[in-house]
């Protein structure tokens, strides 16, 4: 086997300046970098990642929480993350908290641990007040989720104003006993959403009916559970605005399965624009997110923290949002009275 010493003998230089080289140092010319590197192929050696790692003290590893991966919207957030970090020379661990409190402190002690050089946050379930010394330990950035008492780095779009207007679309086609499903009641994201739907009904003067509210609703299952606990209760419910394609998905499948037409029973929305959305028939009015470019720039300003490791100004990026209106809300629009 090749040792560091072989690549400087064949190379004709010292072991130092091949060190240089395989640690990406500075202060060596391009001939002697392409010297080595030649003689390295020629030899067939292959650094030693994990000896050069502890020599800069880096672990080269992002550690990214999130709820779930079954969710297609984190599961097409971490693949387009790990793209961008595999093409900076870094690789991503998913941590899955199942919004647990407990499992989220866990997972952060990977941070104080030094097991990963930096954390990404898709939700935020303790208080701050807990996150906040894990900072000491490294950069934290958070995606989709945001808070403004934090002192870090924020990628998201405007959860509170996408809400308020896929509220106002439903109202617009007509809906005046609108029903709240989503899940996250931990989760700022959710409140934010919460925030947004009471605000549209509010403007237009519709009641707030607070028991036609459902927080525990995150997948298809829940969405069909959903459907039963309000139509049961509620029989005059018209519209439903959802946080979840999946959870929308749900509803309209149970209202087929009972009689009730969609839209024109109940209007439903959904959230995030997952591939479902397209597939169910009708095709589910929802809220598109820019993904990719969310979970590319997230990477970016996690990877700029870690390398510079200097005092920085935490920045908040904030990416619009589309109303895709599709048939399971699409009505003939009438008059507010």
């Not at 971490?78 to 793209?83: K, N, P, Q, R, T």
């Not at 934090?150 to 106002?168: F, G, I, K, N, P």
Request: net charge negative.
């Amino acid at each position: 086997m090749a040792t560091i010493e072989d690549v400087a003998k064949l190379a004709g230089l010292s072991r130092t300046t091949v060190s240089r080289v395989i640690n990406d140092q500075p202060y060596v010319t391009e001939e002697k970098k392409q010297r080595i590197i030649q003689a390295m192929k020629q030899l067939g050696y292959v650094p030693n990642s994990s000896a050069r790692r502890l020599r800069s003290q880096k672990t080269e590893t992002i550690a990214v929480l999130l709820p779930r991966v079954t969710n297609p919207f984190y599961g097409n957030l971490i693949e387009a993350m790990e793209e961008r970090a595999s093409e900076l020379g870094y690789q991503v661990i998913v941590c899955q908290t199942h919004d647990s409190k407990q499992k989220e402190l866990d997972y952060l002690q990977l941070l104080h641990t030094k097991q990963v050089d930096g954390v990404v946050m898709t939700s935020v379930i303790n208080e701050w007040e807990e996150i906040e010394p894990f900072l000491q330990s490294g950069p934290i950035v958070l995606c989709n989720e945001y808070r403004a008492e934090s002192q870090v780095s924020m990628v998201h779009m405007d959860h509170r104003l996408a809400a308020y207007e896929s509220t106002m679309h439903l109202i617009e086609q007509g809906c005046r006993r609108i029903a709240y499903v989503s899940g996250g009641r931990e989760s700022h994201v959710s409140f934010e959403r919460k925030l947004g739907f009471t605000e549209a009904l509010q403007e237009k003067a519709i009641t707030f009916h607070t028991e036609m509210v459902i927080d525990w609703a995150e997948n298809v299952q829940d969405g069909q559970r959903a459907f039963y606990d309000l139509t049961e209760n509620f029989p005059e419910v018209d519209g439903i605005f959802t946080g979840s394609d999946e959870v929308a998905a749900g509803i309209i499948y149970e209202a087929g399965q009972s009689a009730w037409k969609i839209p024109g029973d109940i209007a439903v929305t959904g959230f995030d624009n997952q591939m479902l959305s397209l597939l169910m028939v009708p095709s589910i009015t929802t809220i598109s997110q820019p993904v990719r470019e969310m979970a590319e720039k997230t990477i970016e300003v996690l990877y700029s923290q870690i390398v510079h490791k200097k005092v920085y100004q935490p920045s908040r990026y904030v990416y619009d949002h589309h109303l895709l209106v599709r048939n399971s809300s699409k009505r003939k629009t009438l008059s507010f009275q």
